[in-house]
Nanobody, 121 residues
């Protein structure tokens, strides 16, 4: 299993970024995918998840209305569009493979190396 994140960078408050996660080594369309983030000195936290067919989509309350998760099964890639960024969004963003069980996303122990998002003026 390999997950490679990209698209992070330095952005001003109010700006936008589009993160990508390229997957390989497994049947991508069989799994739900998600994004997590970890800010300096804090625990890794859930951001968003999407089911294999994009029917189930869930977001953390802190990002609802600003972040959009999507996926392209043909390209084996998961995306996270992040808008209206604030300094509180500064973190390393990680891609994860998992499953929805009874409507709840359950992460598996498959992580990428992360991509840094820094929001600063």
């Amino acid at each position: 299993v390999q997950l490679v994140e990209s698209g992070g960078g330095l952005v001003q408050p109010g700006g936008s970024l589009r993160l990508s996660c390229a997957a390989s080594g497994f049947t991508f369309s069989n799994y739900a995918m998600s994004w997590y983030r970890q800010a300096p000195g804090k625990e890794r936290e859930f951001v968003a998840a999407i089911s294999w067919g994009s029917v189930n989509v869930v977001y953390a309350d802190s990002v609802k209305g600003r972040f959009t998760i999507s996926r392209d099964n043909a390209k084996k890639t998961t995306y996270l569009q992040i808008n209206k960024l604030t300094p509180e969004d500064t973190a390393v963003y990680y891609c994860n493979r998992g499953r929805f069980i009874n409507g709840d996303y359950e992460a598996q122990n498959s992580w990428g190396q992360g991509t840094q998002v820094t929001v600063s003026s």
